[in-house]
Structure formats: structure tokens, C-alpha cells
């Protein structure tokens, strides 16, 4: 075992995990410190979780990062989902890669918004990552407390779906963190938005609501709204557990376009039902 202050190059030299002021990487503190200090310049932290994959963690997550930095807060986007990224995409910041200034590694940036996202660290965003639960934590741990975030209004983080170790570590060391769950209204949801909410009260994380997506489809020509997925999970639970519904986003055409383009749908069309759902969720959470 080296030395304190000297790990000298060994497991954890430089990537977060040396004891603490360590003359062969320059690291300074230990992790535990650098993250305090570094989530303490930030005013609010959002983790945005689903029992459930595929029901708009991601959009919500990427919107509301970017919905926040348009009224001209100081944002933070942190992409957790080590296997499944979407952040780059959505943000059309495909390709893009981390730097560092030797001391920290700065986020990419658009405008008052600093994103971070394993993709960036990948040579070939089509490679798949084989990692293990350790390691995926160390890389949570270096980004919350390596990531040049500055003084932040908000550090919103997407997570993977489920309550597996990319929201448990977040989760675990973000304790003063708010929790908004995305659900969709099938009955079949409404099993995996309950775990949600268990995960969230044994981890004494702040529920800040739900928001039910793929709500219903509002015709574009007639105005009419067909149910396409019934039940009403995220509002029966809301209802059943006294948690906010921050709001009901139907489904889009644009947004999974703006997505897809890189153009978070939040900025294309401010006068669309999933729009201007999706403000109410924002001012819900402001
Ligand atoms: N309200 C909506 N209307 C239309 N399409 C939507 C809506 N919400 C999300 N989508 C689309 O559904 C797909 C899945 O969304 P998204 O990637 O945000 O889900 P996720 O929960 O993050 O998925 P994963 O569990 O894989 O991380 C995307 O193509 C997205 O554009
Ligand atoms: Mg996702």
C-alpha cells in the first residue's frame, strides 16, 4: 500500500482515487472532499429516474437542463447512463470530447449549459462499455468532483432506468438532491413507478414529482386527444402517494424529431400541447 500523499501511480493514481494530496497526479484532497466541494457551489441538484426504460428520462432530463439555462440560470447536464448516453444526441453534441486544463476537466458548453457525458469520453460512440460496478462509480465520482462545474443553479442528472448503481451512487452522494420520476401511463408503469418512489424513500431523496410522458396524443389537425397508452399511472400514484404531478407531456412528433436533430423540442415550438406541458413542468420545478 503507498504512502499517504504518494500513491505513486498505483490503482486509483489520477483517476479519483488517490487519499489525498498526491504528489505523482496532483490531486488534491481526497475524493469525498473534492466532491463536497464542488456540489457545495451548486444551489440544486435534480436527478431525473425511472423504474422504467424508454419513457422519457432523457428528453425530460435534456429539455428541462436546457428549458433552465434558457431563463439564463447556470446549468449542469450529467449524462450517468454509462451504457445508453443520449445527451450528445439530443444536444447535437455527437462527437465531442473532454478536455482538461490539468487540474480539471472541463464540460462542454452551450451557452450558460455545461454538459457531461460518458460518450464524450468514448473514441467510438458506437463502442459498447463493458464496465463493472466499481469502476462505473469511480467515473460518477470523477464526474462530480473533477468536472470544472463551477457556481451552478442546477446540476441536473439523467440516469439509466432502474435503481441499479448509476442512481444508487448519484443518489447516495447527492443526498440533498430532488428526485423527478418519469413514468408513462400504462398500467404496467405504474409497478415500476411505485419501486421508484421505494427507492427514493429509503434513500431519504426528495421527491420533487412525477411527470407522466407519452400522456395521450393531441391531434394536430382536429385538436382531439386519443388515450394511446390508458391507465394514468404517473397521476394514480401521484395521487396515492401525495406527490406532485408536475405535469403531462402527450406525445409528439417533435419531440422525438428535436431529439433526434439535436434541437431540444422545448426550443422549436413553444405553442404545441408537449410543449407547453412541458413549461408547466419546468415552472413546477423552478
Ligand atoms: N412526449 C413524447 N412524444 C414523442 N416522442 C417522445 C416523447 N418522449 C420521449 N419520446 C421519444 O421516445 C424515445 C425514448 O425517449 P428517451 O430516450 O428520452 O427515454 P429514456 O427513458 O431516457 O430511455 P432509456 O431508458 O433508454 O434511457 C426517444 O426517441 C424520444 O425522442
Ligand atoms: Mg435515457
Given at each position: 500500500m503507498s504512502e499517504k500523499g504518494k500513491c505513486g501511480g498505483s490503482a486509483g493514481c489520477g483517476s479519483g482515487g488517490c487519499s489525498g494530496n498526491c504528489e505523482s497526479c496532483g490531486e488534491k484532497g481526497s475524493p469525498k472532499q473534492r466532491i463536497e466541494e464542488a456540489m457545495s457551489r451548486v444551489k440544486r441538484k435534480i436527478?431525473?429516474?425511472?423504474?422504467?426504460?424508454?419513457v422519457g428520462k432523457s428528453t425530460v432530463a435534456v429539455n428541462l437542463a436546457f428549458a433552465?439555462?434558457?431563463?439564463?440560470?447556470?446549468?449542469?447536464?450529467?449524462?450517468?447512463?454509462?451504457?445508453?448516453?443520449?445527451?450528445?444526441?439530443?444536444?447535437?453534441?455527437?462527437g465531442m470530447t473532454l478536455a482538461s486544463n490539468g487540474e480539471k476537466i472541463i464540460p462542454v458548453e452551450i451557452g450558460t449549459l455545461k454538459v457531461v457525458s460518458l460518450a464524450f469520453l468514448l473514441q467510438n460512440p458506437d463502442d459498447a462499455v463493458i464496465w463493472r460496478g466499481p469502476v462505473k462509480l469511480g467515473v460518477i465520482r470523477q464526474f462530480l468532483s473533477d468536472v470544472d462545474w463551477g457556481d451552478l443553479d442546477y446540476l441536473v442528472v439523467d440516469t439509466p432506468p432502474g435503481t441499479g448503481d448509476e442512481p444508487l451512487t448519484v443518489c447516495q452522494i447527492l443526498k440533498d438532491a430532488g428526485a423527478v420520476i418519469v413514468t408513462t401511463p400504462q398500467e404496467v408503469s405504474a409497478a415500476d413507478v411505485r419501486k421508484s418512489v421505494s427507492f427514493c424513500r429509503q434513500l431519504e431523496l426528495n421527491i420533487l414529482g412525477i411527470v407522466e410522458n407519452m400522456s395521450g396524443f393531441v391531434c394536430p389537425h382536429c385538436g382531439e386527444v386519443t388515450e394511446i397508452f390508458a391507465g394514468g399511472a404517473g397521476e394514480t400514484i401521484a395521487e396515492k402517494y401525495g406527490i406532485p404531478l408536475l405535469g403531462k407531456i402527450p406525445i409528439d412528433p417533435a419531440v422525438s424529431a428535436g431529439g433526434d436533430a439535436g434541437n431540444p423540442f422545448a426550443r422549436i415550438n413553444s405553442e404545441t400541447p408537449a410543449a407547453k406541458a412541458f413549461a408547466g413542468v419546468v415552472k413546477a420545478i423552478r
Open positions: 436527478v431525473v429516474l425511472s423504474g422504467k426504460g424508454g433552465l439555462a434558457a431563463t439564463g440560470a447556470k446549468v449542469g447536464l450529467m449524462d450517468v447512463d454509462i451504457h445508453g448516453p443520449s445527451a450528445p444526441k439530443m444536444l447535437n453534441l455527437d
